[in-house]
């Protein structure tokens, strides 16, 4: 038979499930990670799989070794196996899939038997589980192929099941194969469920050497012999070279399933290379939602079958510069494509008065602007009190642009993001003073979408001839002006909008 066991990172307390199995109590597995230098005999082995070894990156057929974090697993019996991150895979067939290369140490020098596992997330799924890879959840499909990419099995998964059906003790049994998962502790009692301790696992047990669709059964007709389908890889000092597709005695055992890195996630992306700051951010696991969001935002905007307002590259711009945004604290609206930055200011306090800024405004003379408002993550409306001064500085440049406007690019109607809400409740930004708004579509189109165009260009442009002025930060420039010096600084050193114009006043 062959029995192999998935260990799957990311595990959360609330997700282990008691298993009152006697078979598999008081398990003492071992998980040791190495690097390559560590291992001379995998290092050995893998000489007849991949060449062009770089550093600790290793060039084969089906795609880069990650040589850097190799894990091994020991079983209760003393069984070893090894599990490596495979990079740039040649056969994924999206970019949520991916596979690890295993070698599970044969008895009596023989060798390893190897095979490759490559998992087919669902899309759905992994953006509702935050892209963290958990097998009593999975769906999807899981394949195992040898060397040569010969198909051995293949499974579905909905929701952590087989598809096939399962019996009272959460097995099933699918061409012959008995599949248990359960949760495994690691060095500890408790099974707390840190990283270093706590695994779930998946335990596929298959007679007669397993199924294949490409595989050569051989002697897989012995019902009491032991081993699994693969590639026979020789180590050690075994001469030769690798036999693929065949029937292994004595291959059974257990193997480490090893997810993708969110970095490494957004890296299989065309056009999007993170620097190792990028890296370090969104493999944090505190970072998690809002990684998820950031690819999840990716993927919806970059499947081939799928229009939506952005393209693929306008959604990897704009997810580019919201992971620069969150990186500094800032907070982005994914639906109205709209990045919160924080602009601080001095200690300067408004003490005039406040009104809600009406809808519609009416300018001099006479025109009717539409005015929307929108939530930020804060839950709190747009539509709030703010100085008389910013809604009269509004109103000024709105009539001022539209007399430089044609008839056809007139400005109609406005949306503002912010006034007071969505930049917290301490600090010394003009949110907060009651002095500036976010305005995010002009006529009811996103900013980020049209690019800067005429009515933007005319806008900011009139804003700046208002009288009290303070901050203009938009699509088309920065500036900046005192009113306490009468000084301009026209190429102001603050990051982001390009999806709004942050516009600010004081007397």
């Keep these: 038979m062959i029995l192999f066991v998935l260990t799957i990172f990311n595990c959360k307390q609330d997700d282990i499930q008691d298993v009152d199995f006697n078979s598999i109590q008081n398990q003492k597995e071992t998980i040791n990670h190495f690097t390559i230098e560590d291992l001379p005999d995998i290092e050995h082995a893998l000489n007849k799989i991949g060449s062009n070894t770089t550093g600790r990156l290793m060039t084969t057929t089906f795609g880069d070794l990650d040589l850097s974090d190799i894990l091994q697993f020991v079983n209760v019996d003393g069984k070893e196996s090894y599990s490596f991150r495979i990079l ?29 596992i490559q998992w087919q997330p669902d899309p759905d799924w992994y953006i509702d589980n935050s892209y963290i890879f958990n097998i009593e959840t999975f769906s999807g499909v899981m394949n195992r192929f040898d060397l040569d990419y010969n198909l051995l099995d293949s499974k579905e ?77 020789p180590g050690g000092s075994t001469p030769g070279g690798t036999n693929t597709g065949e029937f292994v005695p004595g291959g ?70 919201a992971l620069e945004a ?8 994914f639906d109205e494509l709209y990045i919160s930055v924080n602009v601080p200011d001095d200690d300067y306090v408004y003490l005039g008065s406040k009104e809600l800024i009406p809808n519609p405004l009416v300018l001099s003379n006479g025109d009717e602007i539409t005015v929307t408002f929108g939530t930020t993550k804060d839950l709190i409306n747009a539509n709030q009190p703010v100085s008389i001064d910013l809604i009269d500085g509004i109103k000024f440049a709105i009539e001022e642009a539209n007399s430089n406007l044609s008839s056809t690019d007139q400005i109609t109607s406005i949306h503002i993001m912010a006034t007071t809400n969505g930049h917290g409740s301490t600090g010394s930004s003009n949110h907060l003073k009651a002095t500036a708004v976010d305005i995010s579509r002009i006529n009811d189109q996103k900013m980020i979408i049209t690019g800067v165009n005429d ?26 002006y005192s009113i306490e010096t009468n000084t301009w600084n026209y190429n102001y050193n603050v990051s982001g909008h390009n999806d709004h114009i942050h516009f600010s006043v004081r007397r």
Aim: charged letters at 20%; aromatic letters at 8%.
């Design 157 to 233: 998964f909905i929701d952590g099941i087989d598809v096939d059906e399962q019996d009272d003790n959460n097995r099933t049994m699918d061409n012959g194969c008995d599949v248990l998962q359960y949760t495994v502790c690691v060095d500890t009692d408790d099974c707390s469920c840190t990283p270093d301790d706590c695994y779930e696992v998946i335990e596929i047990t298959c007679s007669s050497g397993g199924g294949g669709d490409g595989g050569n059964t051989g002697d897989g007709n012995l019902p009491n012999e032991e081993g699994g389908t693969g590639s026979h890889v």
């Design 252 to 321: 059974n055992g257990t193997v480490v399933a090893i997810p993708p890195k969110p970095s490494e996630v957004f890296n299989s992306f065309d056009g999007i290379t993170l620097t190792l700051q990028q890296a370090v951010w969104v493999n944090k696991e505190s970072n998690e939602e809002e990684v998820a969001q950031l690819l999840g935002f990716i993927l919806e905007h970059c499947q081939s079958d799928v229009v939506t307002e952005l393209t693929c590259g306008e959604a990897k711009e704009f997810d580019l510069l």
């Design 88 to 116: 740039n895979s040649n056969n994924s067939q999206s970019q949520t899939d991916f596979e690890n290369l295993h070698l599970i140490k044969l008895p009596e020098d023989d060798g390893y038997l190897a095979y490759i």
């Design 326 to 333: 969150m990186m500094n604290g800032g907070v982005v609206e």
């Design 455 to 480: 009515q933007i260009i005319q806008l900011q442009t009139s804003m700046d001839n208002f009288s009290y002025v303070r901050e203009n930060f938009g699509p088309y420039f920065k500036h900046k």
